[in-house]
Nanobody, 111 residues
Framework: QVQLVESGGGLAQAGASLRLACAAS????????FGWYRQAPGKQREWVAR???????IYADPVKGRFTISKDNAKNTVSLQMNNLKPEDTAVYYC?????WGQGTQVTVAS
């Protein structure tokens, strides 16, 4: 059974950094693609970043150059390093694998 558990969200000031982690069980991060999505209040869920099974990464334009997705095969986790946070990054962030989703972690960026 696949389970994804996010952690690392919280309150940050604009310009600060946060690192989100997604602990996966029932699936190997080494050999599978994973994604991060976010959903701001009153908005649809949007894709943020993706990492392929081989480690190739792609990013949505609003976060390109500020966010970095990576995976730790030993810990079986997928991380999202978020730098230079902006108030518009405020959202619930979700880890995704195929049709599996985590419960989300709240990120709030104060101006």
């Amino acid at each position: 059974q696949v389970q994804l558990v996010e952690s690392g969200g919280g309150l940050a000031q604009a310009g600060a950094s946060l690192r989100l982690a997604c602990a996966a069980s029932g699936v190997s991060v080494r050999s599978n693609p994973f994604g991060w999505y976010r959903q701001a209040p009153g908005k649809q869920r949007e894709w943020v970043a993706r990492i392929s099974s081989g480690g190739t990464t792609i990013y949505a334009d609003p976060v390109k150059g500020r966010f970095t997705i990576s995976k730790d095969n030993a810990k079986n986790t997928v991380s999202l390093q978020m730098n230079n946070l902006k108030p518009e990054d405020t959202a619930v962030y979700y880890c995704q694998y195929l049709y599996y989703w985590g419960q989300g972690t709240q990120v709030t960026v104060a101006s």
